[in-house]
């Protein structure tokens, strides 16, 4: 459906911005009046990463008179990959920063905020409240949900977009008009049952192709033209190169925009994504020991199996002396079980100690009592014992 302009115009541009966006005027759908609204308006991004960073840069070119940007991480050169938005000397710096210079690099006549704490239930509203649109960057259920469910209760429309490996999504959700994030995704997926992009990978420049379309999606609603995504579930394939779509229908028994909502007020969105189960939680109960640790018992000569519990391409990348591969697939559909020595301690690890805790509970289900995990994963065991090897 079309809906009316988010925002009204601004009074008038200047011929400095006439110059700029010439490009934009003499498009009969955007014109003067389109611009304008687009210098008026405040949108917010939630996260300045690989979704984050062709959103801010085209929105700044596009003229968005204000853009706000929240985020609370660091620069990693993992992150150059795709967050093109920062580059090789901003390493070690704040996202934030970072990503405002490079605005601002764009466009100077644009106004940046910036938040720098981490977005949670108790600042959200605040943050929110002072902007016509959120676009949502994130990368984790839990804040998914807080954005979704924030921006039901203002009454706000958010874009939003998904990425991983190959494969992209995106949508616009706007209760007062149609369906919530809730609406599609109801409940969040079991902990460790999706893995994450630091955990499967993304191809770079699918952020491109999917920011991109967040950001032609925001420029549609601030200026009231043409069709938004709203209903309507994108889906992108970028090995097929496809493009395909799915209704995507407002619930009635929504739990935060139907009919009768049980969730009127924000709630604990860690507790409600689960990052670790509950039973992976009560199996990592004193069975949990340090990488320094593990260094000790491998010098002691400690009777051990030291199993990796990542994909094939992460243990390429980098691995602990001694381990040998089991994905956590083979666990979970219990093909690996066999493999393990009756006759020495399992250790488990992965990358930071979020799967490894979900093996370590399959494990002590299957009689292995004594198993123990690395907390931290290889990452701890890099940054602790051997800081020459590669972090990924």
């Known amino acids: 459906m079309s809906l009316p302009p988010l925002v009204e115009p601004a009074s008038e541009l200047t011929v400095d911005e006439v110059r700029r966006y010439s490009r934009h005027l003499i498009i009969p ?3 003067m ?6 210098k008026n308006a405040k949108v917010l991004c939630v996260g300045a990463g690989g979704l984050g960073s062709p959103t801010l840069m ?4 596009a003229g968005v008179g204000t853009l706000g940007i929240i985020e609370f991480d660091e620069v990693d050169e993992s992150n150059l990959q795709r967050q093109v938005i920062h580059s090789q000397a901003d390493i070690g710096r704040p996202k934030a920063e970072s990503a405002r210079d490079t605005v601002l690099g764009i466009n100077p006549y644009v106004k940046v905020n910036l938040h720098t704490e981490r977005l949670d239930s108790s600042n959200v509203m605040e943050i929110f409240a002072d902007y016509d649109l959120i676009v949502d960057g994130t990368d984790n259920f839990a804040t998914r949900y807080l954005v979704n469910d924030a921006c039901v209760l203002l009454k706000k429309p958010y874009v939003w977009g998904s ?9 616009v959700f706007w209760a007062e008009h149609g369906p919530c994030y809730r609406c599609l995704y109801p409940e969040p997926p079991p902990p460790g049952m999706v ?3 630091a955990e ?5 420049v699918l952020c491109a192709s999917v920011g991109s379309v967040q950001t032609t999606e925001a420029i549609k609603l601030l200026a009231g033209i043409g069709e938004p995504l709203l209903g309507r579930l994108m889906i992108y394939d970028a090995l097929e190169m496809t493009y395909r779509q799915v209704k995507v229908r407002k619930d009635p028994e929504c739990a935060v925009c139907g009919k009768n909502p049980t969730v ?17 939680q009560q199996a990592a109960m004193g069975s949990t020991i340090t990488p320094q640790q593990l260094k000790e018992w491998i010098d002691e000569g400690e009777n051990i199996d030291i199993i990796d519990v990542r994909e094939p391409n992460e243990y390429e990348i980098v691995s602990i002396p001694g381990a040998r591969l089991i994905p956590k697939n083979e666990f979970l559909m219990g093909n690996a079980l066999g493999e393990l020595s009756q006759d020495k301690r399992i250790v488990l690890h992965c990358k930071t100690g979020v799967r490894s805790a979900e093996v370590l509970a399959v494990l002590k289900n299957a009689g292995f009592s004594d198993a123990v995990h690395v907390g931290g994963g290889v990452v701890g065991w890099v940054t602790q014992i051997e800081p020459e090897k590669p972090v990924y």
Do not use: M
Not at 33 to 38: F, M, P, S, Y
Not at 163 to 171: H, K
């Open 163 to 171: 990425i991983y490996r190959f494969d992209g999504q995106a949508s």
């Open 200 to 204: 499967g990978g993304v191809l770079g």
């Open 58 to 61: 085209y929105l700044a070119a």
């Open 29 to 31: 759908d955007v014109g």
């Open 264 to 280: 009127t007020e924000l709630i604990d969105y860690e507790a409600f994504c689960g990052v670790v189960s509950d039973e992976a």
């Open 33 to 38: 009046d389109g611009q304008k609204r687009l």
């Open 195 to 197: 893995p994450s992009c």
